[in-house]
């Protein structure tokens, strides 16, 4: 196919020239692509330069797949992930009345877009382009992947060489019905049904199953209230007196009221020294008369209780020793 690259400023293009555009250069196909954003496309554009018609594909930002894979292997998930990219392109495409035998499935103008992280393909309306061997058609893509796909990967290679011997046949086009059987999607679908068959609680059999499934599964219930009979009948309870209480900590509460009034007493001491040592109004020191009081007062209590709850303590304490 005849293509060139054009970079300005800022995008670079695919540039491909219209072969038959001059008749009709406002066909149906060549304005449904370069008026609409399909997401599975590159952008396009429709340029008239000295009476020919050229479409310009936008790739700023994508690396096509043949260089993106230059240099290594394609992976088993990457593979089968791009096939069923090149199968929802079909599927997306016929939404707006387009045909996917259009679709250039060539690794040299298939592009990867890193902003998406998806492939998005070039769409070619002109029919009568002979050079145009992969239009439609996936055996070029296909071809590509047997060489880069590592054989480790039993379940890829098999899917991608059915798929090559498949893409001769005349018409054949890439379709999710198709991966799924390549791939074997079906069948590791089904694989993961059977264990609702024999063995679960939720899908009984009838006949002999039945026996068969009631001794395999009991209930969890039933078990703990037939071991709680047999408890009860090997031993009865016996009869006790009250559970002794614990023995509380003494001297916990009393020593933080005595630290109370410590604090207290350190209050009034410190008020004292800034009303002796500090030259204060008449109004402060009033105010600091009345607060050593206060904390006096206050100090002496906590103090006096304190003491009183300590001998108590001691007397407990005391009591319970004699006993």
């Given amino acids: 196919m005849n293509y060139s690259y054009y970079t300005d400023s800022l995008n670079k293009y695919l540039v491909i020239p219209l072969s038959g555009a001059e008749d009709n250069p406002d066909g149906y196909q060549h304005r449904m692509i370069a008026a609409n954003h399909i997401g599975a496309l590159l952008p396009c554009a429709l340029r008239r330069i000295d009476q020919k018609c050229f479409l310009y594909y936008d790739v700023t930002n994508t690396q096509t797949l043949s260089s993106r894979f230059a240099n290594r292997r394609v992976g088993a998930k990457e593979a089968e992930d791009l096939l069923y990219q090149v199968a929802e392109a079909g599927r997306d495409i016929a939404g707006f009345l387009l045909d996917a035998a259009h679709l250039i499935l060539d690794p040299d103008l298939m592009f990867y877009d890193y902003g998406t992280e998806r492939y998005r393909f070039v769409y070619y ?4 382009e002979e050079e145009v061997d992969s239009l439609g058609r996936p055996c070029a893509l296909l071809s590509f992947l047997v060489g ?36 074997e999607r079906h069948a590791e679908e089904n694989k993961e049904e059977p264990h609702t068959e024999k063995g679960s609680p939720a899908a009984p059999e009838t006949g002999a199953e039945d026996v068969h499934i009631e001794e395999l599964w009991t209930d969890p219930l ?4 037939a071991d709680a009979e ?14 002794p209480e614990p023995k509380k900590a003494s001297g916990g509460r009393e020593g933080t009221i005595l630290a109370f009034s410590l604090f207290f007493l350190s209050a009034a001491l410190f008020m004292e ?11 402060m020191s009033l105010l600091l008369d009345v607060g050593i009081i206060f904390t006096l007062v206050v100090a002496a209590a906590l103090a006096i209780t304190g003491v009183i709850r300590l001998a108590a303590a001691c007397v407990a304490g005391l009591h319970r020793i004699a006993d």
Avoid: H, N
């Avoid at 309306?125 to 009568?128: F, H, L, R």
């Fill in 273 to 283: 020294w800034a009303r002796v040592s500090l030259p204060l109004r008449e109004e």
């Fill in 148 to 183: 880069k796909t590592p054989m480790l990967e039993p379940r890829c290679a098999k899917a991608v060489l059915y798929l090559r011997d498949r893409c001769r046949e005349p018409d054949f086009i890439l379709q999710e019905a198709v991966l799924d059987r390549a791939f």
């Fill in 125 to 128: 309306p002109e029919t009568a």
């Fill in 222 to 225: 039933q078990d703990e209230e």
């Fill in 230 to 243: 047999e408890d009860w009948l090997a031993d009865p309870p016996r009869e006790t007196g009250p559970a």
